[in-house]
T-cell receptor, first 114, second 114 residues
């Protein structure tokens, strides 16, 4: 099976702009989670979508939003970009075992905000 | 609330030496625990997972980890380090009812000296 794909791999934006990142999960996986990785804060959970519904949400401001389509592909949007939004954004799709999710990560999108 | 603490942000070993990366967790319910590895400019790759079956878990690339409930620990070991093991390692915890939400430790960068 093909792995998790994320597009684009690199993005440069300026403060105040908005950005949309895309994630295509492994075929058959219905859950997609998003994480932000920065040197200072490490890996932080943003949100999870399952069957087109947000199932979990982390502690990020409302500028961060997402959605999932019927084919399980997911997009993440950040509006009114701030310098601190510069990060590696990782998407993970999950294989659902009976009691837990096993997550497979994509290569990430490196966002730089100038 | 769940949390993960990785002791030591940087660990350096000689090639052929024992690798020991420490992880302690906090969880109000029996946890699911994971170790991931990240190579530069890449996403996360699952090394191994604890899902309440055997307490000694074997993973890929010769790594293993032991779940010790009394110590709330899940340390990662490898008997003999190889140069290719140099990377950043993350310990993560999930509670079964949290779906696709992982809480990560701050990461440990492993250096391997020739």
């Amino acid at each position: 099976k093909a792995g998790v794909t994320q597009t684009p791999r690199y993005l440069i934006k300026t403060r105040g702009q908005q950005v949309t990142l895309s994630c295509s999960p492994i075929s058959g996986h219905r859950s997609v989670s998003w994480y932000q990785q920065t040197p200072g804060q490490g890996l932080q959970f943003l949100f999870e979508y399952f069957s087109e519904t947000q199932r979990n949400k982390g502690n990020f401001p409302g500028r961060f939003s997402g959605r999932q389509f019927s084919n399980s592909r997911s997009e993440m949007n950040v509006s009114t970009l701030e310098l601190g939004d510069s990060a590696l954004y990782l998407c993970a799709s999950s294989y659902l075992h009976r009691n837990y999710n096993e997550q497979f990560f994509g290569p990430g999108t490196r966002l730089t905000v100038l | 609330a769940q949390s993960v603490t990785q002791l030591g942000s940087h660990v350096s070993v000689s090639e052929g030496a024992l690798v020991l990366l420490r992880c302690n967790y906090s969880s109000s319910v029996p946890p699911y625990l994971f170790w991931y590895v990240q190579y530069p400019n890449q996403g996360l790759q699952l090394l191994l997972k604890y899902t309440s079956a055997a307490t000694l878990v074997k993973g890929i690339n010769g790594f293993e980890a032991e779940f010790k409930k009394s110590e709330t620990s899940f340390h990662l070991t490898k008997p003999s380090a190889h140069m290719s093991d140099a990377a950043e390692y993350f310990c993560a915890v999930s509670e079964g009812n949290q779906g696709g939400k992982l809480i990560f430790g701050q990461g440990t960068e492993l250096s391997v000296k020739p």
